[in-house]
């Protein structure tokens, strides 16, 4: 199970960060990665972050604008995207990553951010 | 990185057999025996159906599967169901720690 944080309402050129908590001990077995959905559109692969050294590969197309962390001590992961622009309005997915088959195992709720003036 | 090519729509009557496609590249799914299927119901986060091109996590009904030939992976859905009906999108690992989706296929039951 992994547990995101609630809905965001954020205007153009902010911040926003997204958390996700994961049960048990995921971080060292599991890599997590974020997917969005922009309203009635598919989905969006934005990066992951890596169980083993905590190296984090983006999108090219947010490079420069995204963070991915994780905190070991809260158990919780974090998705921080800056210079919010309208069309990063989207449901945001946390998926824990299974490195040996390549594949997200198990999905977060998503946590909606809207951005809007 | 381009998403990977899907139908946007197909239909099946209930108990028949449907496959959607999904066509990547020779940067992704021709490479990468690592194509993931997910299914999505409305208003639901995407569940996997599909790992490794054909393989079933535990729980995954037989009557879905997954094949795999040069650049194009596809899942077929035997003996249709109501509940079958959802969007179902591919994903490929396309290397150096990156991965791509397909815009997804909505599936109607009739």
């Known amino acids: 199970q992994l547990v995101q944080s609630g809905a965001e309402v954020k205007k153009p050129g902010a911040s926003v960060k997204v958390s996700c908590k994961p049960s048990?001990?995921?971080?060292?077995?599991?890599?997590i990665t974020w997917v969005r959905q922009a309203p009635g559109q598919g989905l969006e692969w934005l990066g992951w972050?890596?169980?083993?050294?905590?190296?984090?590969t983006y999108a090219q197309r947010l490079q420069g604008r995204v963070t991915m962390t994780t905190d070991t001590s809260t158990s919780t992961a974090y998705m921080e995207l800056r210079r919010l622009r309208s069309d990063d309005t989207a449901l945001y997915y946390c998926?824990?990553?299974?490195?040996?088959?390549?594949?997200?195992?198990?999905w977060g709720q998503g946590t909606l951010v809207t951005v809007s003036s | 990185q381009s998403a990977l090519t899907h139908p946007a729509s197909v239909s099946g009557s209930p108990g028949q057999s449907i496959t959607i496609s999904c066509t990547g590249t020779?940067?992704?799914?021709?490479?990468?025996?690592?194509v993931s299927w997910f299914q999505q119901h409305p208003g639901n986060a995407p569940k996997l159906i599909i790992y490794?091109?054909?393989k079933r996590p535990s729980g995954i009904s037989n009557r879905f599967s997954g094949s795999m030939s040069g650049n194009t992976a596809s899942l077929t859905i035997s003996g249709l169901q109501a509940g079958d009906e959802a969007v179902y999108y591919c994903?490929?690992?396309?290397?150096?720690?990156?991965?791509?989706f397909g815009g997804g296929t909505r599936l109607t039951v009739l």
């Open positions: 998926a824990c990553v299974d490195v040996s088959i390549y594949t997200f195992i198990q």
């Open positions: 048990g001990d995921t971080f060292s077995t599991y890599g």
């Open positions: 972050i890596s169980p083993y050294d905590g190296n984090t």
């Open positions: 020779s940067s992704d799914v021709g490479t990468y025996t690592l």
């Open positions: 490794e091109d054909k």
């Open positions: 994903c490929s690992y396309a290397g150096n720690s990156t991965w791509v």
